[in-house]
């Protein structure tokens, strides 16, 4: 490894942390500048071409495969690197923030990876920034095993050999770092922060262990952007001596542009790519973002009413199994948010059915592997899988050529029979409000009605109830969705929420100004990109 510069970055606004100095080394800081100086201009370039595409979006309501990169397309040879063993066999993925108690209860899982999750499942304080960081440190050296001293629970590993493999999550390009400047006081983007730590701390242990430092890479737009990232692994692995092709990188598609440019962005990764992800809620919450002033043609019904065998979700997976299986990639599916309760056997009973029925469905369309958000679905979802792949890692030999997917398919919305309801635009103010007060928290994960939540299902609930306005939507009680109705619902919401935790427990919280943040990003005639942006302004620590 070169020596590292000096480096010029400060540590802005935050309060010392236990062991901070473990991950935040002279070393590594050196080596975040160094991906800041060459990177973030070149991000900064992105984000401007993503502005200037969803302004065309808005002036012809449409999209198409790109016709500049049809020679990727047409070219049958090329293929992506084989999967390293360790993610060959990719069956079963739990998903989940990296606090110390789920970095242990993820590897242990049963499943076979774990997606170590900086993004939409991580409120990005500083300490879970940080501490994330050190808690995967400490579990790739098998030196966090704990006792809860609330609890008084113990919690260790298992043996290696029945570990999950841990791919970790960045944020995505949008997000900054605000505790992490330059001598100019520009923030380093959240992305380079969350690579470069990890990679830097455990690359060479990883390798040690028979693994590589893997990872998935959140809301990319374009296929340009994958070659950005793909540019930041060939400089971090010549930096550090370590193999070229020795990172790996699963894209999730969750962005309508990113699912027309699903072979580029392979071919763009295709000496680190190991697989493409089905994002769900990330990718209704990209179309109506996109689509958001296109008219009646474009407006989602309920979310929870938009499930995966719709006709344009269909396309959508169908065509991602497709390309996948073509170039040598993995095909991940979707997540089954359910939570499990110990309380309501019946109501398990349903929802694990629901789980079943989804994860077969996936595995009979030829998926490699499906997420679960919750340790007791893992087994759920391994029978579904295990029941088509037997002994095989995977299928990537059904090439799945009968899919033939056109540009207006993965559009095709107004072929859903669903129509919005009253009952929908109340969980969208719910589960917005109850998110973002446990997100101002610092919770990125949180149980909602029985569903795990992230900021992904935050995003379509907020953006539903903007759609909804904006389009002057007609609900099936007769009501016309206005700003006065979801002011109204959000305060009746408001009120229960007092009741339910009384006075006391209510103020402790952060219930008003989520409140009063919902209300922001779903009215507000200037529609904001992501609620994470305005929402981190406004976040402690």
């Given at each position: 490894?070169?020596?590292?510069?000096?480096?010029?970055?400060?540590?802005?606004?935050?309060?010392?942390?236990?062991?901070?100095?473990?991950?935040?080394?002279?070393?590594?800081?050196?080596?975040?500048?160094?991906?800041?100086?060459?990177?973030?201009?070149?991000?900064?370039?992105?984000?401007?071409?993503?502005?200037?595409?969803?302004?065309?979006?808005?002036?012809?309501?449409?999209?198409?495969?790109?016709?500049?990169?049809?020679?990727?397309?047409?070219?049958?040879?090329?293929?992506?690197?084989?999967?390293?063993?360790?993610?060959?066999?990719?069956?079963?993925?739990?998903?989940?923030?990296?606090?110390?108690?789920m970095t242990v209860n993820a590897l242990?899982?049963?499943?076979?990876?774990?997606?170590?999750?900086?993004?939409?499942?991580?409120?990005?304080?500083?300490?879970?920034?940080?501490?994330?960081?050190?808690?995967?440190?400490?579990?790739?050296?098998?030196?966090?095993?704990?006792?809860?001293?609330?609890?008084?629970?113990?919690?260790?590993?298992?043996?290696?050999?029945?570990?999950?493999?841990?791919?970790?999550?960045?944020?995505?390009?949008?997000?900054?770092?605000?505790?992490?400047?330059?001598?100019?006081?520009?923030?380093?983007?959240?992305?380079?922060?969350?690579?470069?730590?990890?990679?830097?701390?455990?690359?060479?242990?990883?390798?040690?262990?028979?693994?590589?430092?893997?990872?998935?890479?959140?809301?990319?737009?374009?296929?340009?952007?994958?070659?950005?990232?793909?540019?930041?692994?060939?400089?971090?692995?010549?930096?550090?001596?370590?193999?070229?092709?020795?990172?790996?990188?699963?894209?999730?598609?969750?962005?309508?542009?990113?699912?027309?440019?699903?072979?580029?962005?392979?071919?763009?990764?295709?000496?680190?790519?190991?697989?493409?992800?089905?994002?769900?809620?990330?990718?209704?919450?990209?179309?109506?973002?996109?689509?958001?002033?296109?008219?009646?043609?474009?407006?989602?019904?309920?979310?929870?009413?938009?499930?995966?065998?719709?006709?344009?979700?269909?396309?959508?997976?169908?065509?991602?199994?497709?390309?996948?299986?073509?170039r040598g990639a993995h095909a991940i599916?979707?997540?089954?948010?359910?939570?499990?309760?110990?309380?309501?056997?019946?109501?398990?009973?349903?929802?694990?059915?629901?789980?079943?029925?989804?994860?077969?469905?996936?595995?009979?369309?030829?998926?490699?592997?499906?997420?679960?958000?919750?340790?007791?679905?893992?087994?759920?979802?391994?029978?579904?899988?295990?029941?088509?792949?037997?002994?095989?890692?995977?299928?990537?030999?059904?090439?799945?050529?009968?899919?033939?997917?056109?540009?207006?398919?993965?559009?095709?919305?107004?072929?859903?029979?669903?129509?919005?309801?009253?009952?929908?635009?109340?969980?969208?103010?719910?589960?917005?409000?109850?998110?973002?007060?446990?997100?101002?928290?610092?919770?990125?994960?949180?149980?909602?009605?029985?569903?795990?939540?992230?900021?992904?299902?935050?995003?379509?609930?907020?953006?539903?109830?903007?759609?909804?306005?904006?389009?002057?939507?007609?609900?099936?009680?007769?009501?016309?969705?206005?700003?006065?109705?979801?002011?109204?619902?959000?305060?009746?919401?408001?009120?229960?929420?007092?009741?339910?935790?009384?006075?006391?427990?209510?103020?402790?919280?952060?219930?008003?100004?989520?409140?009063?943040?919902?209300?922001?990003?779903?009215?507000?005639?200037?529609?904001?990109?992501?609620?994470?942006?305005?929402?981190?302004?406004?976040?402690?620590?």
């Amino acid at each position: 490894m070169s020596a590292p510069a000096p480096h010029p970055l400060a540590v802005v606004d935050a309060e010392p942390l236990p062991r901070q100095e473990e991950v935040l080394t002279e070393a590594a800081l050196a080596f975040l500048a160094e991906l800041h100086r060459r990177f973030t201009p070149r991000r900064d370039e992105l984000l401007a071409l993503r502005a200037e595409r969803r302004a065309e979006i808005a002036r012809t309501s449409t999209l198409d495969f790109l016709p500049g990169t049809a020679a990727v397309r047409a070219d049958e040879s090329w293929r992506v690197a084989p999967a390293p063993e360790a993610l060959n066999d990719r069956r079963v993925e739990i998903t989940g923030p990296t606090d110390r108690r789920m970095t242990v209860n993820a590897l242990n899982s049963g499943a076979k990876v774990w997606l170590a999750d900086f993004e939409d499942a991580s409120s990005p304080t500083w300490e879970n920034v940080v501490l994330g960081q050190l808690n995967l440190i400490d579990a790739h050296t098998r030196s966090i095993d704990f006792t809860d001293p609330a609890s008084g629970k113990s919690y260790a590993l298992r043996p290696d050999g029945e570990l999950a493999t841990v791919v970790t999550r960045p944020r995505g390009w949008h997000l900054d770092e605000r505790h992490l400047t330059d001598a100019d006081g520009t923030r380093v983007p959240g992305a380079l922060v969350d690579f470069g730590l990890y990679f830097f701390h455990n690359a060479r242990r990883l390798l040690d262990l028979g693994k590589g430092p893997y990872f998935y890479l959140p809301k990319m737009e374009s296929h340009l952007e994958a070659r950005l990232w793909n540019d930041v692994f060939v400089f971090a692995q010549d930096h550090t001596g370590i193999p070229r092709g020795t990172v790996r990188a699963t894209v999730l598609i969750e962005t309508i542009t990113a699912a027309y440019e699903m072979e580029e962005i392979l071919y763009e990764l295709r000496d680190h790519a190991s697989g493409l992800n089905a994002g769900r809620w990330d990718y209704l919450f990209s179309l109506v973002k996109n689509f958001r002033d296109g008219g009646e043609k474009f407006v989602l019904p309920d979310r929870n009413a938009v499930t995966m065998t719709a006709p344009f979700m269909r396309a959508y997976t169908d065509l991602l199994v497709r390309t996948c299986h073509k170039r040598g990639a993995h095909a991940i599916g979707g997540m089954a948010a359910f939570i499990p309760s110990r309380r309501d056997p019946e109501a398990n009973k349903v929802a694990f059915e629901k789980v079943r029925a989804d994860k077969d469905r996936e595995a009979d369309d030829g998926f490699d592997g499906s997420w679960v958000a919750h340790p007791d679905l893992v087994p759920i979802a391994m029978e579904s899988f295990d029941r088509v792949l037997g002994d095989r890692p995977h299928q990537k030999h059904r090439l799945r050529e009968d899919v033939d997917v056109h540009a207006a398919d993965l559009l095709a919305i107004d072929s859903l029979e669903a129509v919005p309801t009253y009952a929908g635009l109340v969980n969208a103010v719910q589960v917005g409000i109850r998110y973002i007060e446990a997100w101002l928290r610092g919770l990125g994960a949180v149980a909602i009605f029985g569903l795990m939540e992230d900021a992904a299902t935050a995003e379509i609930s907020r953006s539903q109830i903007w759609q909804w306005i904006n389009a002057g939507v007609v609900l099936d009680n007769g009501e016309r969705v206005t700003a006065e109705l979801a002011r109204r619902i959000a305060a009746e919401e408001l009120s229960g929420i007092r009741g339910e935790l009384g006075e006391e427990a209510f103020a402790a919280g952060r219930w008003q100004q989520a409140h009063d943040l919902l209300l922001t990003v779903a009215l507000d005639e200037d529609y904001a990109d992501f609620l994470t942006l305005p929402a981190y302004e406004q976040l402690r620590g």
